[in-house]
C-alpha cells in the first residue's frame, strides 16, 4: 500500500513519516532527501535540482516523476510505502495513480498547522532552503500547486486529516494508527 503525506513545509511530514517507518517496518521515501542526497553527492541531477531548491520553486515534474517512479517499480508486494513530498502538483498526481499498482493508493494523509507554526518550526531548523525569504516562496507555491492536491484525494475519498499543531507523539500515535486501519480494512475486503 502506498500512503501519501500531504502538507506545508515544516508541518512534519518527514518527522512523522520517519518515526511511523522506524516502528512499523514500513518504507520511508523522502524526495527531498532524495534530491539533497543527490546534491551532496554532487551528480548532475542534484545540482540541477539544488538551484530550484535553494529558491524554493519545485524541481521540474518529469525529473520527480522518472525518480519516484522507479523507486515505486522495485517494491515487494507486501511493503508499505510513506510518500513524503511527492506529489506535488496535479501531473505527479495522476503519475503516481498510473505507475501505482491498482488500488494501491490506499490513502493521503492531510498534515495542517498554520503558518505561523510553520514558518516558526522551519526557521528553528535552519536547513539552507529555511530562511524567511525562501520559507514564504516555499509557502506560496505550496498554496498555489500542492494544495490543490487535497481536493483531489478528497474526492478520491481516501483522505485523512491530522491536526499538526501538537506534540510529535500525539501526532505520531494518530499517524500510525490511520495507516494501520486502512491497512487492516484492505486486508479484510
Ligand atoms: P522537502 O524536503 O520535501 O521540503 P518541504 O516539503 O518544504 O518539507 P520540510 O522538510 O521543510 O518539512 P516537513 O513537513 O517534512 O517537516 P519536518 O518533519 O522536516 O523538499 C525540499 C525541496 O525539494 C522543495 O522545495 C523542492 O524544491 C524539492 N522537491 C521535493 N519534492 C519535490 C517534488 N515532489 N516536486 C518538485 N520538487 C520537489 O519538520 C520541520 C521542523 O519542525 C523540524 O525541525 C522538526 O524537528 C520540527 N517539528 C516537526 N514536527 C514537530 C512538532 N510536532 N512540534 C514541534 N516541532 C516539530
Redesign the pocket.
Known amino acids: 500500500m502506498i500512503a501519501i503525506l500531504l502538507?506545508?513545509?515544516?508541518?512534519?511530514?518527514?518527522?512523522?513519516a520517519e518515526l511511523a517507518a522506524e516502528a512499523n517496518g514500513w518504507v520511508h521515501l523522502?524526495?527531498?532527501?532524495l534530491?539533497?542526497q543527490e546534491a551532496a553527492a554532487g551528480s548532475e541531477l542534484g545540482l540541477k535540482?539544488n538551484e530550484?531548491?535553494s529558491r524554493?520553486?519545485?524541481?521540474p515534474?518529469e525529473v520527480?516523476v522518472g525518480l519516484v517512479v522507479a523507486r515505486i517499480e522495485s517494491l515487494k508486494a507486501d511493503d508499505v510505502l510513506l510518500l513524503?513530498?511527492?506529489?506535488?502538483?496535479l501531473p505527479?498526481a495522476e503519475e503516481l495513480g498510473k505507475a501505482a499498482p491498482s488500488g494501491s493508493i490506499g490513502l493521503a494523509l492531510y498534515?495542517m498547522a498554520s503558518d505561523d507554526v510553520l514558518t516558526g518550526?522551519?526557521l528553528?531548523?535552519g536547513?539552507q532552503?529555511?530562511t524567511l525569504e525562501v520559507i514564504q516562496h516555499?509557502l506560496t507555491?505550496y498554496r498555489e500547486t500542492t494544495e490543490p492536491l487535497v481536493a483531489y484525494y478528497r474526492d478520491q475519498k481516501i483522505l485523512r486529516e491530522i491536526q499538526?499543531?501538537?506534540?510529535?507523539e500525539a501526532?505520531q500515535k494518530d499517524t500510525s494508527q490511520v495507516v494501520k486501519s486502512v491497512l487492516s480494512q484492505k486486508e479484510s475486503a
Open positions: 502538507g506545508a513545509p515544516g508541518v512534519g511530514k518527514g518527522t512523522q523522502s524526495t527531498g532527501e534530491l539533497r535540482a530550484y531548491m524554493g520553486d519545485l524541481v515534474d520527480m513524503d513530498g511527492f506529489p506535488r502538483t505527479q498534515f518550526r522551519l528553528g531548523r536547513r532552503d529555511d516555499r507555491v499538526a499543531d501538537r506534540p510529535v501526532i
